[in-house]
Nanobody, 123 residues
Framework: QVQLVESGGGLVQAGGSLRLSCAAS????????MGWFRQAPGKERECVAG????????YTADSVKGRFTISRDNAKNTVYLQMNSLKPEDTAVYYC????????????????WGQGTQVTVSS
């Protein structure tokens, strides 16, 4: 199985930046897609970004495009989400997820999930 551990969440002022990390272990990942999702209370779980381990294919949601960037370090089996110009509406629990095959934005398509890390953006 694949184990995913997120880190890097916290409290930040509006306009600030955070970088989330997702460390993966337990299996090779050459055919895997890694996704970042977020969920706030009472809101739908939203895919904000995705990336493949073996190609340059990426996805970024319109709501965060130009502010968030997904990247990877294959040697460290780690994916990152760089979040700049943070807004209060970015406040949510952020989850790292993994699946085989093509990038998808529907959360139910993903096989493995981390525990999540809280991001809170103050006004």
């Amino acid at each position: 199985q694949v184990q995913l551990v997120e880190s890097g969440g916290g409290l930040v002022q509006a306009g600030g930046s955070l970088r989330l990390s997702c460390a993966a272990s337990g299996r090779t990942f050459s055919n895997y897609v890694m996704g970042w999702f977020r969920q706030a209370p009472g809101k739908e779980r939203e895919c904000v970004a995705g990336i493949r381990w073996s190609s340059d294919s990426t996805y970024t949601a319109d709501s965060v495009k130009g502010r968030f960037t997904i990247s990877r370090d294959n040697a460290k089996n780690t994916v990152y989400l760089q979040m700049n110009s943070l807004k209060p509406e970015d406040t949510a629990v952020y989850y790292c997820a993994a699946k085989q095959g093509a990038i998808r934005t529907v959360w139910a398509a993903y096989e493995f999930w981390g525990q999540g890390t809280q991001v809170t953006v103050s006004s």
